[in-house]
């Protein structure tokens, strides 16, 4: 099993940054598909940004685009989400989770078997 632990959540003000960390354990992960979702209060959790494994790409939602960046280290066994320009709708808890079983990534939530206990990103205007 694949252990995840999420940090760098925080409160800032709009247009502030913050870089998310998620350290992984137990398994092996850079052929494996990696992604950053959200919750907040009273909505489903979402898709935020997604890399596949073996080298692959990155693809981004729509609303984070320009702003976001996803990237490995992968001799530290870390995943990372660069957030700029951050915005109060972006408020929310993130979570780190990986697809241990595919290198491809998929959006919908129940695709992921690992989770990390998520980070709190709060931005006020």
């Known amino acids: 099993q694949m252990q995840l632990v999420e940090s760098g959540g925080g409160s800032v003000q709009a247009g502030g940054s913050l870089r998310l960390s998620c350290v992984a354990s137990?398994?092996?992960?850079?052929?494996?598909?990696m992604g950053w979702f959200r919750q907040a209060p009273g909505k489903e959790r979402e898709g935020v940004a997604v890399?596949?494994?073996?080298?692959?790409?990155?693809a981004y939602r729509a609303s984070v685009k320009g702003r976001f960046t996803i990237s490995r280290d992968n001799a530290k066994n870390t995943v990372y989400l660069q957030m700029n320009s951050l915005k109060p709708e972006d408020t929310a808890m993130y979570f780190c989770?990986?697809?241990?079983?595919?290198?491809?990534?998929?959006?919908?939530?129940?695709?992921?078997?690992?989770w990390g206990q998520g980070t709190q990103v709060t931005v006020s205007s």
């Open positions: 989770a990986a697809d241990t079983r595919r290198p491809i990534c998929y959006w919908s939530p129940e695709r992921y078997n690992s």
């Open positions: 137990g398994n092996t992960y850079s052929r494996n598909c």
């Open positions: 890399m596949n494994g073996d080298g692959g790409g990155a």
